[in-house]
């Protein structure tokens, strides 16, 4: 197996673990199996839409290699078929997504950073692809994304997109060391969950907004 | 009157009637007149200017031709004064609304197949033309998305730009043909309204989501 | 201090205020510190990716310059441990984001005529720069956007960038004009601020939507 088999197989992965969360959350709350199938898509593939969008590689791979929208599509379809056994598999299914979060931070922020973004923009759109498809997810199901309310798992992203971004700067974003930051977020990802790790909400009493 | 003609003015059509759909919206959820047009802009061209920005083609024609952001605003903005009457028009505006689904289909698919997308992200582009300016209104009124939840809507979309699609592999994309996609993707729509055609829900009891 | 120092301290004052409504949104939301830096970045910097996109100019500004997200952030982060007092700072916090939508308007409706954007197009396109960000962050915070319910808000920025774009055409657009431009936006929405002025709601009894 090459190189670039693995990497595709790798990211196929990925997009197989979003696609089921957003299946996931779409049974949830009812949608049909359409509606299914889609939010699993945009939980897949919404994250690495934008990231093209952004660095102008159009039209995005989700669009241009009939793969990714097809591991979405399958694997959102035997969600909505199977999710009563896929309650069972809920650590495995978080266990696989915190994976998915490593590997999606490094591809986007390595595109980013190959398409001459200068470094800190190329980490927040490392990020974004990280977690751009559980934002549409979540909007798509009336939610206040929980990316922005609960647990380590943003954070997580950018700690690897800055990870990938230094080794960038020095030259060794090699294959090694691009996996052991995947790891990384993977790790960050894990540890939090174990430990129910939180980043801290606001404890004083909200002001109204600026109402405007 | 010329093909390029008749079709701006069906083009045009699809845009009104997508606009109102949206101004409708927007007045049931007390929108003031700026939010009803806003909402109607979104409905008549959130879908194509998704499409233009994806195949590259910028400014995206929402913002690049006049006619089409005039024609939005002026129906948002006549169903603002006009709504009770347009009431007792809804079987008309349901009729008018699967014409436009099925020449937003057409013209999607088509435009992203004459920018190279291959086969399959051109029947997803064409398919989000179609629907994505409904998934926009229904986000800026806070509903989950009804294309997601209820009757045969996206899939009608996504049977006419399957069929648009081979239509273009086979050198058959002809003025002919083409109609004849939208007014299958039209006489689909129709039948499910009439019938009251849903795509199945997920009957066992949800399970939690992955908690993500 | 030169005119494009000025341009660009004026820029991030802007960045840095529409960061505090969104970050002053995102504490009344409970949300984490993450979440109050992410949806404080969508407020700042939402519009004006939406206008990178739609022009091309890719990477948009957001993340080719790392002084607008370094602003939006840092500003975001203030407002989580600052915001008790941030709500005594109410009034200037509104005349402020009253100054940030007269800067946005201007500049995002000049950057799409120098793409090239028809004069209609680009003053749509000025308006989504400046409420783009208000948007963005009304829908990660799970409301109907504000800027489609209350007050004279989008209305301020759509007469500010009609008003660049006749400056344009008639070749006055240089920095006395453009800032009496945003000026008078600034005004409008001062005034309407201090006087209550609403955009009209539809009285009548609202119709079932089209029901698509």
């Known amino acids: 197996m090459t190189t670039s088999t693995a990497l595709l197989l ?4 990925g997009v197989a673990v979003f696609a089921a969360s957003g299946a996931s959350a779409a049974v949830a709350k009812r949608l049909d199996l359409f509606g299914v199938v889609f939010v699993g898509f945009v ?5 690495g839409i934008f990231r093209d969008l952004a660095i102008d590689e159009v039209p995005p791979l989700a669009f241009a290699d009939w793969r990714y929208p097809a ?11 199977l999710h009563p056994q896929l309650a069972r598999l809920r650590t495995t299914v978080l266990v696989l997504d915190a994976a998915g979060l490593g590997l999606f931070t490094v591809t986007g922020t390595l595109k980013a950073l190959d398409a001459q973004v200068p470094a800190v923009g190329a980490c927040v759109i490392g990020m974004l692809t990280a ?3 559980g934002l549409g997810r979540d909007l798509l199901t009336a939610e206040i994304p929980v990316v922005l309310r609960r647990e380590i798992y943003a954070v997580a992203a950018l700690v690897g997109s800055v990870a990938v971004a230094m080794l960038y700067a020095l030259g060794l974003a090699d294959a090694g060391w691009l996996t052991a930051a995947a790891m990384l977020v993977f790790g960050i990802r894990l540890v939090a969950l ?4 939180s980043a801290p909400v606001a404890t004083l009493r909200p002001p109204r907004g600026p109402g405007l």
């Open 71 to 81: 591991t979405a599509a399958i694997t959102a379809a035997a969600v909505f078929w």
């Open 10 to 13: 790798a990211d196929l992965t």
């Open 43 to 47: 939980a897949a593939l919404g994250g």
């Open 131 to 133: 977690i751009g498809g």
């Open 194 to 197: 174990r430990r129910r790790w």
